[in-house]
């Protein structure tokens, strides 16, 4: 009898084991979103000349925005292939610096920041309405786990329904599918992630989200899909290093440059140099 309660013990840690949910510290996940926005034209590169020199203005509108993610030991790069060009962001958890790389129509520029220069943006908001657009939305947020199972980039995923209360008092439920198998190790800051979605609550799950669908104030879809997960990737440590090929300025600048609604400007002089 002892001898049967002890192999039926062992037997459930064994079940608990195989059930026990994976932390990656070393993964590559390739990811999707969709964007529609009724009130745009779509993507779009303009040039207007300006007091002797080019201005490049990308316009970010409909479509596909293709991603790669890839973080190992709490560094992550995000490389996103936007149709009109392409874009890479880093973050370093240690210094906690965010560096933003753009390039289009042969132009290579970026800009750098830190959680203090953030901080400060929002500090010098010239007035209340701006200051509210960058600080940190944080409501209490409540999380329903639903019995719904969806297959997602080959994984079985689980339905959840995050309730919040908004800006304007209203509350507002936000559905998700995300994946229970695994979730990020240390240094993975899904917020920076989601930034152009901000839907609070996604790093309170119980696993990783893998699709979802949000509309924005102004009337914008955005649905993002997981299409790959590689939990046994492994990444060379180069990944991680900011190319020395782009003009990378303090985000300070860059937004002196006049970077802001939407569009990232790149000033070219008209030789094209």
């Known amino acids: 009898m002892k001898r049967f309660f002890f192999s039926f013990f062992g037997l459930l840690l064994f079940a608990g084991s195989l059930s026990a949910q994976q932390v990656a510290n070393e993964v590559i996940i390739q990811a999707k979103t969709e964007t529609t926005n009724p009130n745009s034209d779509g993507n779009d590169v303009q ?7 080019q201005r490049v203005m990308m316009r970010m509108g409909d479509g596909e925005v293709k991603s790669k993610i890839f973080f190992k030991n709490g560094q ?9 060009g392409t874009n890479q962001v880093f973050f370093d958890n240690k210094t906690k610096t965010t560096t933003t790389l753009f390039e289009a129509m042969g132009r290579k520029m970026g800009f750098s920041s830190t959680e203090q220069d953030m901080q400060q943006m929002m500090n010098n908001g010239r007035d209340s309405g701006r200051q509210q657009r960058f600080q940190q939305f944080n409501p209490e947020v409540f999380v329903e786990y639903l019995d719904e199972t969806k297959q997602i980039a080959g994984m079985t995923c689980k339905k959840a329904l995050i309730r919040y209360m908004n800006r304007q008092n209203q509350e507002v439920q936000q559905m998700v599918w995300y994946s229970p198998d695994f979730k990020m ?3 993975f800051r899904l917020r920076d992630m989601m930034r152009m979605v901000n839907i609070p609550g996604l790093d309170k799950l119980k696993g990783f989200p893998m699709e979802f669908e949000t509309t924005r104030q102004n009337g914008t879809k955005v649905h993002f899909t997981v299409t790959k997960v590689d939990l046994t990737a492994k990444i060379d440590d180069k990944v991680f290093v900011i190319p020395k090929d782009y003009d990378i300025k303090p985000m300070s600048e860059m937004r002196q440059q006049g970077g802001r609604n ?3 400007q790149m000033r070219v002089d008209r030789s094209g140099n």
């Open 47 to 53: 040039i207007n000349n300006e007091g002797g020199e």
């Open 262 to 264: 939407g569009q990232f």
């Open 185 to 187: 190790g240390d240094g």
């Open 76 to 84: 992550t790069k995000i490389e996103s292939d936007m149709g009109m």
